[in-house]
């Protein structure tokens, strides 16, 4: 399968900076997706995107999907604490289906 | 309305015991998936069933690990004579058919 590869593999950061990590895939995706895991839940959907070079906001959350379809980027502006958690990319899982491959995730650290 | 549940939440067992673990998948969504988080680390697709269909598990470790959906809704992951290196958070998600998935809490399994 694919292999995603997210850096970096983890930041502190001061309350009010804003936040850049990014995603890189061995082959091409389709769809990328963006999601977020605190501590002993579920991961959460953030973002998708499903075009190439596509720019997608949810909040003070912005996601590029990269134009040679192997990288995805996602930026926080303006963190806070409730931001602390894991960030993981995915995409499709073989190219077929619509099962998951994800990253190994960006683990993010506010400092209050 | 009730996002996807998860049972048990934490399970206890030891070495070469069988486990179930159970997922209740959003109400009307067709598809549903497992996947395994290991400590520290990004998902692990398991196993995917469509509607009707036969799964996909072309994502299982082992012929230990099994999985049925029962009335295409409930899921049961078995896995028999369990390992140690089988302790990991178990995720269920379910979807209507879409890559944008909805995960549940997991069941976080350690094996003795």
């Known amino acids: 399968g694919q292999q995603l590869n997210q850096s970096p593999q983890s930041m502190f950061i001061q309350e009010g900076e804003d936040v850049s990590m990014n995603c890189t895939s061995s082959?091409?995706?389709?769809?990328w997706l963006w999601y977020k895991q605190d501590p002993g839940e579920g991961p959460v959907l953030l973002i998708a995107?499903?075009?190439?070079?596509e720019l997608t906001s949810n909040g003070r959350l912005t996601a590029q999907f990269g134009i040679t379809r192997k990288d995805s980027f996602l930026n926080i502006s303006a963190s806070i604490p409730s931001d602390v958690g894991i960030y993981f990319c995915?995409?499709?899982?073989?190219?077929?289906?619509?099962?998951?491959?994800f990253g190994g995730g960006t683990r993010l650290m506010v400092k209050p | 309305g009730a996002g996807v549940s998860q049972s048990p939440s934490n399970k206890v067992t030891e070495k070469g015991k069988d486990v179930e673990l159970r997922c209740d998948p959003i109400?009307?969504?067709?598809?549903l998936y497992w996947y395994r988080q290991s400590l520290g680390q990004g998902l692990e697709f398991l196993i995917y069933?469509?509607?009707?269909?036969?799964?996909?598990k072309s994502g299982l470790p082992s012929d230990r690990f099994s999985a049925e959906r029962t009335g295409g809704s409930v899921s049961t992951l078995t896995i028999q004579r369990t390992q140690q290196e089988d302790s990991a958070v178990y995720l269920c998600?379910?979807?209507?058919?879409?890559?944008?998935?909805?995960f549940g809490p997991g069941t976080r399994l350690t094996v003795l």
């Open positions: 998600a379910s979807s209507f058919g879409r890559i944008e998935q909805f």
């Open positions: 995915a995409g499709p899982y073989n190219n077929a289906g619509n099962m998951l491959t």
């Open positions: 082959s091409i995706f389709n769809t």
């Open positions: 109400s009307g969504h067709t598809a």
């Open positions: 069933f469509q509607g009707n269909s036969a799964p996909d």
């Open positions: 995107l499903y075009k190439a070079g």
